[in-house]
């Protein structure tokens, strides 16, 4: 498409992104819209890496010594200045993750919700009064600021994930060293830029306070390996987990992971089955399957089964798929030629296993890959239906005892997002006592959460939690403090010490 590239500069220089930062770099950056280098992005070497870090440590001492409220006005200016930003950032996300626009301006929108959530968390930061077996003492636990606070993120929200770390951290008093996805790094300086404009505005705001580092592999690991970096919070494959986790467990570092997810429904006999369609296109098709809570498994009921696969199927073929600038569709492509790849070998591998495939194939060619969002009818749960391919593929599978499809709902390593619809309260409830993931719904689909819930999910997701409730702790150490205002020495447990 002629004229990306300008309008990619258009939009960077209108947010405020210096023109040498993607202009005179070594990292080629691409758009999945049409697969067209856009820009030549400046990484961060060695040195610099380590000078962010002891900077970042700077910034950590001093932040954490303003006041929470007083920080929380920082994020509540992060949230004006996305505010300001939300349609030329979004644009931006659609060109360069290749969202389709509504889901382009809905990750901003999830980064200013969580900037709210936030700045009321900056005044609630409390800790509990705890009763003490002593008298004339008081027992209590205060939270305080932990360090620096390390971020990997991935392609698929390319910014949004920054910003539930980001304004947590920040409010927390840590300060931030970002590296997103080597796929991703215009968004990325666009919100630094954004970052930057909040933090004038503030005033004195530490120099450094947040900071990006676009890089490969060296970013990456200074985050996980380096001492200076208290907390990391990463998103990513199970993959990228199974490297990063003992390699944080080895110098005690805290973690934060989000890795992969294979999210099931389960539409049962009395399920509203208009709802339950929406809810399984939407899982399914939206960001086209490159979501960690996209609808991966399907198990209907036998009783519904072939009339719901008959208006799936008719959902599939009537969805819009192509490029989110051009015309009204509801699938963008893939990230790049390698997600393309791996879709069609699990669609292989579901063919050998007895799976029959509708759609999958690609739209178009050239540089971009799109692809038409596939349906896969399984004899059962094998082959690649234990595995998250990052792609639309939805595999089917037919259940008539809802004990048993639960069981085999759970059976897969990942435990990120499911669930179940029905109008049975009983089956609701039996559902959400047994799924045995971080996120189980009834009658909506698997993705899209809200900031307000933790986000994360159990086994080979990684067990951490992001976003609202009461994620915020993890960015904070608990300290007990116990205070004498007697004037004995009481000993806890009755032991004695006489001098
Ligand atoms: C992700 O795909 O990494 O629940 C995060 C959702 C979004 C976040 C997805 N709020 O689908």
Same mark, same amino acid.
């Given at each position: 498409?002629?004229?990306?590239?300008?309008?990619?500069?258009?939009?960077?220089?209108?947010?405020?992104?210096?023109?040498?930062?993607?202009?005179?770099?070594?990292?080629?950056?691409?758009?999945?819209?049409?697969?067209?280098?856009?820009?030549?992005?400046?990484?961060?070497?060695?040195?610099?890496?380590?000078?962010?870090?002891?900077?970042?440590?700077?910034?950590?001492?001093?932040?954490?010594?303003?006041?929470?409220?007083?920080?929380?006005?920082?994020?509540?200016?992060?949230?004006?200045?996305?505010?300001?930003?939300?349609?030329?950032?979004?644009?931006?996300?659609?060109?360069?993750?290749?969202?389709?626009?509504?889901?382009?301006?809905?990750?901003?929108?999830?980064?200013?919700?969580?900037?709210?959530?936030?700045?009321?968390?900056?005044?609630?930061?409390?800790?509990?009064?705890?009763?003490?077996?002593?008298?004339?003492?008081?027992?209590?636990?205060?939270?305080?600021?932990?360090?620096?606070?390390?971020?990997?993120?991935?392609?698929?929200?390319?910014?949004?994930?920054?910003?539930?770390?980001?304004?947590?951290?920040?409010?927390?008093?840590?300060?931030?060293?970002?590296?997103?996805?080597?796929?991703?790094?215009?968004?990325?300086?666009?919100?630094?830029?954004?970052?930057?404009?909040?933090?004038?505005?503030?005033?004195?705001?530490?120099?450094?306070?947040?900071?990006?580092?676009?890089?490969?592999?060296?970013?990456?690991?200074?985050?996980?390996?380096?001492?200076?970096?208290?907390?990391?919070?990463?998103?990513?494959?199970?993959?990228?987990?199974?490297?990063?986790?003992?390699?944080?467990?080895?110098?005690?570092?805290?973690?934060?992971?989000?890795?992969?997810?294979?999210?099931?429904?389960?539409?049962?006999?009395?399920?509203?089955?208009?709802?339950?369609?929406?809810?399984?296109?939407?899982?399914?098709?939206?960001?086209?399957?490159?979501?960690?809570?996209?609808?991966?498994?399907?198990?209907?009921?036998?009783?519904?089964?072939?009339?719901?696969?008959?208006?799936?199927?008719?959902?599939?073929?009537?969805?819009?798929?192509?490029?989110?600038?051009?015309?009204?569709?509801?699938?963008?492509?893939?990230?790049?030629?390698?997600?393309?790849?791996?879709?069609?070998?699990?669609?292989?591998?579901?063919?050998?296993?007895?799976?029959?495939?509708?759609?999958?194939?690609?739209?178009?060619?050239?540089?971009?890959?799109?692809?038409?969002?596939?349906?896969?009818?399984?004899?059962?749960?094998?082959?690649?239906?234990?595995?998250?391919?990052?792609?639309?593929?939805?595999?089917?599978?037919?259940?008539?005892?809802?004990?048993?499809?639960?069981?085999?709902?759970?059976?897969?390593?990942?435990?990120? /997002?499911? /669930?179940?619809?029905?109008?049975?309260?009983?089956?609701?409830?039996?559902?959400?006592?047994? /799924?045995?993931?971080?996120?189980?719904?009834?009658?909506?689909?698997?993705?899209?959460?809200?900031?307000?819930?933790?986000?994360?999910?159990?086994?080979?997701?990684?067990?951490?939690?992001?976003?609202?409730?009461?994620?915020?702790?993890?960015?904070?150490?608990?300290?007990?403090?116990?205070?004498?205002?007697?004037?004995?020495?009481?000993?806890?447990?009755?032991? /004695?010490?006489?001098?």
């Amino acid at each position: 498409m002629a004229g990306i590239g300008e309008e990619i500069g258009n939009l960077l220089d209108g947010l405020g992104v210096d023109r040498r930062a993607w202009t005179e770099g070594s990292l080629p950056s691409f758009t999945p819209l049409t697969g067209e280098q856009v820009a030549m992005v400046r990484v961060a070497d060695t040195a610099s890496i380590d000078a962010a870090l002891d900077t970042a440590t700077a910034a950590f001492r001093a932040w954490r010594r303003v006041p929470a409220p007083r920080r929380g006005e920082l994020v509540r200016l992060l949230g004006d200045e996305l505010r300001a930003a939300k349609d030329d950032l979004a644009r931006l996300v659609t060109i360069e993750a290749g969202k389709v626009p509504s889901e382009g301006a809905g990750e901003v929108q999830e980064m200013i919700d969580i900037c709210d959530f936030a700045v009321g968390l900056s005044r609630q930061l409390y800790g509990l009064t705890i009763a003490t077996e002593r008298p004339g003492h008081r027992m209590m636990e205060v939270w305080h600021p932990l360090g620096v606070v390390g971020v990997i993120s991935a392609f698929n929200f390319p910014v949004a994930v920054w910003a539930w770390n980001a304004a947590l951290a920040l409010v927390c008093g840590n300060s931030v060293v970002w590296k997103p996805s080597e796929k991703t790094p215009l968004t990325a300086l666009a919100v630094q830029a954004v970052f930057a404009r909040a933090a004038a505005r503030f005033g004195d705001a530490p120099a450094g306070l947040s900071q990006l580092l676009i890089g490969g592999r060296d970013a990456g690991a200074a985050l996980v390996d380096d001492k200076r970096v208290a907390l990391l919070s990463a998103t990513g494959s199970t993959r990228m987990g199974r490297s990063v986790a003992p390699r944080l467990a080895a110098r005690f570092a805290r973690a934060i992971l989000e890795l992969g997810g294979n999210n099931g429904v389960i539409v049962a006999p009395s399920a509203d089955l208009d709802l339950a369609l929406r809810g399984v296109a939407f899982g399914a098709m939206g960001t086209a399957g490159q979501r960690c809570t996209t609808t991966r498994r399907l198990f209907l009921h036998d009783s519904i089964y072939d009339g719901f696969v008959a208006k799936l199927k008719a959902a599939y073929a009537s969805v819009g798929v192509g490029n989110p600038l051009e015309g009204d569709v509801l699938v963008g492509p893939l990230i790049d030629r390698a997600a393309y790849e791996a879709m069609q070998e699990a669609l292989a591998a579901a063919k050998a296993a007895g799976g029959m495939v509708t759609g999958g194939e690609r739209v178009g060619e050239g540089a971009s890959f799109y692809v038409r969002p596939a349906l896969v009818e399984m004899p059962g749960q094998v082959g690649p239906v234990l595995d998250e391919t990052f792609a639309p593929i939805l595999y089917v599978m037919r259940y008539d005892d809802l004990d048993v499809v639960i069981d085999l709902h759970n059976d897969v390593a990942a435990g990120l /997002s499911s /669930s179940i619809f029905t109008t049975d309260v009983r089956e609701a409830e039996r559902f959400l006592a047994a /799924s045995d993931c971080g996120i189980a719904n009834v009658n909506l689909g698997t993705s899209g959460a809200e900031i307000g819930g933790a986000f994360g999910g159990e086994k080979e997701t990684g067990g951490g939690r992001e976003s609202g409730s009461d994620s915020w702790r993890q960015y904070m150490r608990r300290a007990t403090n116990t205070i004498n205002y007697s004037d004995a020495l009481p000993l806890a447990q009755g032991v /004695s010490f006489e001098i």
